[in-house]
């Protein structure tokens, strides 16, 4: 008996010891993440306020010109081609028209003798007659972030709307003000930490931007109905006893 007595309170005093440790490690985890997004934010912040956001070409400051070829091409060609004429400037190539016989080429900048240059070679590659007179250089004003976001505001308040009021439902018993407030602080700072890191890394405004923001939206509300599982699954556990 006296054996069975001490394996049970070893027991007892492992497991005390591990749940003991785990917790510590839980607080310790998540002053890491508090302070790693506490860094995020006031790095973003910084370089948001002095450098400002970088634009990809379609909505930055450019210069564009389009080139019939009256056939179909391959884009590595293409780039082959701006390469040469353009260096390490960024180029974006896009094919146009309906039969996709014609190719728009916008860069940062575009002068007289590299439009001389790039029809030449243009002509040389593809057999085509082109001449200066034929092509122009068109400007390509900046956009405004706003400008960008502003056909995706409404839909994104009202998704936002329905899964907090479906979160606030769902988990009723856990307070439901608690839990739009907290649902509220975690989406909003998840896209905070997005724009920080957006900010910090350089990463242009571009066409995988929306993506982001929308998967990061995803992933900030897994993250609330994980947590409140967690808590509800405390309460039922604190309930049977």
């Known amino acids: 008996i006296k054996w069975v007595n001490d394996c049970w309170q070893y027991n007892n005093t492992a497991n005390k010891t591990s749940k003991e440790g785990m917790k510590k490690m839980k607080q310790k985890s998540a002053k890491i993440i508090i302070a790693l997004i506490a860094i995020i934010l006031i790095a ?13 070409l379609n909505y930055e400051d450019s210069k564009k010109v389009e080139i019939n070829l009256g056939k179909q091409f391959e884009e590595k060609d ?18 146009i028209e309906v039969y996709k ?31 200066a007179e034929n092509v122009t250089i068109e400007n390509i004003a900046h956009v405004r972030g706003r400008d ?20 606030a439902i769902r988990y009723y018993k856990l ?4 839990v739009l407030a907290k ?35 995803l992933i900030s509300t897994y993250i609330c109905t994980s947590m409140f599982d967690t808590d509800l699954e405390k309460i039922k556990v604190e309930e049977n006893k």
């Open 44 to 56: 973003g912040t910084i370089m948001l306020c002095t450098k400002g956001l970088v634009f990809g």
């Open 78 to 95: 293409i780039k082959e081609i701006t390469n040469d004429v353009f260096g390490k400037q960024p180029v974006l190539i896009q094919a």
């Open 101 to 131: 016989d014609a190719v728009s080429i916008t860069t940062t900048e575009i002068t007289e003798e590299q439009k001389a240059n790039l029809i030449s070679k243009v002509n040389e590659k593809y057999g085509t007659e082109l001449t």
């Open 148 to 167: 960008i976001l502003k056909p995706y505001i409404i839909p994104f308040i009202i998704a936002t709307v329905i899964v907090l009021v479906y979160l």
């Open 175 to 178: 307070n439901s003000l608690k």
């Open 183 to 217: 649902s509220g602080v975690i989406i909003v700072l998840a896209q905070l930490v997005l724009l920080g890191i957006m900010a910090i890394t350089r990463m242009p405004v571009g066409k995988f931007t929306i993506p982001f923001v929308l998967g990061v939206y």
